[in-house]
């Protein structure tokens, strides 16, 4: 479970003790005994199987599919496939692909629902660059949605990430684009629901993935 299960879920039925304490009618606890069961289990962080076959990118987010697209970028083409993150769905968030973390860039924003295409330029959003070890490019974006308040981002600039690796989560509703070289494959279609750091997304037929450790601690050291 994420900390902030915790957090929230003991200050909830310190909450409840409280009122059932101060008050003696112990069936105005169950409210906040309830919200307490809520985010224990929205803060789930279950464990995942991670696909080790070179070039495959994984979902970074569970959720439902609802765009499989290409889209123009100054200079170049990318795939973005967007996943959609209901209340219900484990907000964890995990890394792509294997690589060195290039870049970090938060942007505040509107919170617009998940689901309006228009979320993904107006919305709070936080975008991360991971450059593979053959120097292929890919970014995910985390989005705020219309209940989400606070994106979490937990690595740094010049971290090497593994391959479905935990980063950050996005509290409650909310949307996760991953971009990718315009030649990626994709292997999944809108309507498909994806659990992230397990379910195969796309493929990168030229791409090796797996860090190369000894490269990245050299780049860092510079």
Not at 165 to 176: A, D, P
Request: with cysteine; hydrophobic share 45%; proline share 6%.
């Amino acid at each position: 479970m994420v900390r902030d299960g915790y957090f929230y879920g003991l200050a909830l039925i310190a909450v409840a003790v409280v009122v059932g304490l101060l008050t003696g009618v112990w069936a105005w606890s169950v409210l906040p005994l309830l919200l307490a069961a809520f985010f224990l289990w929205f803060f789930r962080d279950p464990k995942r199987q991670i696909p080790q076959e070179p070039g495959l990118v994984v979902s970074p987010a569970d959720g439902k599919v609802t765009e499989v697209a290409r889209v123009s970028a100054p200079g170049c083409g990318l795939l973005r496939i967007s996943i959609f993150l209901s209340v219900f769905d484990v907000h964890v968030n995990r890394s792509p692909v294997a690589g060195v973390l290039r870049e970090v860039r938060y942007r505040k924003g509107e919170y617009l629902n998940a689901m309006n295409p228009a979320s993904a330029e107006r919305n709070e959003q936080n975008l991360a660059r991971l450059e593979c070890a053959d120097g292929t490019q890919v970014s995910f974006i985390q989005i705020a949605g219309l209940l989400a308040r606070r994106i979490v981002f937990k690595k740094r600039v010049g971290d090497v990430l593994e391959r479905g690796e935990r980063v950050g989560l996005i509290k409650f509703g909310s949307r996760t684009d991953i971009l990718l070289p315009d030649y990626a494959e994709p292997l999944v279609k809108p309507g498909d629901r994806v659990r992230g750091g397990s379910s195969v997304i796309a493929r990168l037929p030229e791409a090796e993935f797996e860090p190369m450790m000894a490269t990245a601690d050299a780049e860092l050291s510079i």
